[in-house]
Structures are given as structure tokens and as C-alpha cells.
């Protein structure tokens, strides 16, 4: 019996077609994200308009309206910070490598970022924005009915307890497996410091 040849160091390991054909599917995700990069754009133009609204009606704002317009800025950055979020950790985690390492700019949690930590930090950039859109409905309660001011509470209070549940279960997750999701750490430092003088 034959045995397989083995695969040299460094040259990826040929798939076969159907594991080969599932593997690349997660390229049809591009188009999503690149759908979100218009997104990203259409909020640009909305946030100019809205700083142009409130330099144009300064003067004839009152405290209150003026508040609530910054509200409205700070609710749309909100929103464009959850959609990069979305857009290069979901790239980085279900679609490829962005090959950031060592750039000035890379992202400071994209470097151990997973599908878990993917998950609380949107759930966390959702209660930011829903505390927004609480503190406006706040500010101007005449605005909303009583039941709309207490369905808002009650979609608050649900983002906070989903958050602290998933925070929870990725917790727990990282507790029972702690080598699947520290062991490739680890492995870079050992290689590192292998090659390093001190190691020879």
C-alpha cells in the first residue's frame, strides 16, 4: 500500500472539489459587505446633512432642539462605527485575511477578535445606540406616547440582558475550550521567540 505523499512545508494542502467548492462560498459574503460600505456612505451625506441643518439654524434653536440634534450626530456615528465593526471583523473572521499586521492603523481589538467577541461588541454597539434614542425620548417626552416611552424602556432592558447573556456564554465558551482559543497566542510567542538572538 502506497503511502500519501506528503505535503511539503509551506504549500497548502489540496482540497478536494466539494470541500474545496464550501470553502470558497464564503466569498459570496463580498457583496454584503460591500453593500455596507454604501450604507457607510449614505450615513456620511446624512450626517453632513444634519451638521448643516444645525449650523444654518443656530440661532434659532433652542437649547432643547439643539440637543436633540446632537443626539442625532452622535446616534449616526454610533451606527457608522457598528457597521465598520461589522464590516472588517466579519471580513476578517468568515471571509479572508485583511493583512493588517503591523500597519499604524489596524484596529486595536481586530487582533483577537472571533466570532464570540464579534457578537458582544455589536450587542454592546446596540445598547449604545438604543441608550441614544432612550435619552432622546427622554429629553422631548411630549413627542411619544406613554406606551411608546415604555416600549422603548422594555427594548432597552432586552439589548442589556441579550449583551450580558452572550458575554456570559463567550465566557464560558473560552473557559471550556482555552487552548482552541489561546493556543495559536501562544504558539506565535514560542515562534518568536525561537527565532529571536535570545533563543539561539
Given at each position: 500500500m502506497i503511502a500519501p505523499r506528503p505535503t511539503p512545508p509551506g504549500r497548502p494542502r489540496r482540497m478536494r472539489l466539494l470541500p474545496s467548492v464550501i470553502?470558497?462560498?464564503?466569498?459570496?459574503?463580498?457583496?454584503?459587505?460591500?453593500?455596507?460600505?454604501?450604507?457607510?456612505?449614505?450615513?456620511?451625506?446624512?450626517f453632513a446633512k444634519e451638521v448643516w441643518h444645525l449650523v444654518t439654524h443656530a440661532m434659532t434653536l433652542d437649547e432643547t432642539n439643539i440637543m436633540l440634534v446632537v443626539l442625532s450626530l452622535i446616534d449616526v456615528v454610533m451606527i457608522s462605527n457598528l457597521l465598520i465593526m461589522v464590516i472588517v471583523g466579519g471580513y476578517e473572521?468568515?471571509?479572508?485575511?485583511?493583512?493588517?499586521?503591523?500597519?499604524?492603523?489596524?484596529?486595536?481589538?481586530?487582533?483577537?477578535?472571533?466570532?464570540?467577541v464579534l457578537k458582544v461588541k455589536l450587542s454592546m454597539a446596540l445598547i449604545g445606540i438604543s441608550s441614544i434614542h432612550l435619552l432622546k425620548t427622554f429629553i422631548d417626552p411630549d413627542k411619544?406616547?406613554?406606551?411608546?416611552?415604555?416600549?422603548?424602556?422594555?427594548?432597552?432592558?432586552?439589548?442589556?440582558?441579550?449583551?450580558?447573556?452572550?458575554?456570559l456564554v463567550d465566557r464560558l465558551t473560552t473557559h471550556t475550550h482555552p487552548a482552541h482559543f489561546h493556543e495559536p497566542a501562544a504558539h506565535g510567542k514560542n515562534t518568536t521567540i525561537s527565532n529571536s538572538p535570545e533563543g539561539v
Open positions: 470553502f470558497m462560498s464564503r466569498w459570496l459574503q463580498v457583496p454584503l459587505y460591500l453593500g455596507l460600505i454604501v450604507a457607510q456612505g449614505v450615513y456620511v451625506v446624512l473572521t468568515f471571509v479572508s485575511r485583511l493583512g493588517l499586521e503591523g500597519h499604524p492603523d489596524e484596529p486595536e481589538w481586530l487582533d483577537h477578535v472571533n466570532a464570540g411619544h406616547s406613554q406606551q411608546a416611552i415604555m416600549w422603548q424602556v422594555i427594548i432597552h432592558v432586552t439589548f442589556l440582558v441579550s449583551a450580558l447573556v452572550m458575554a
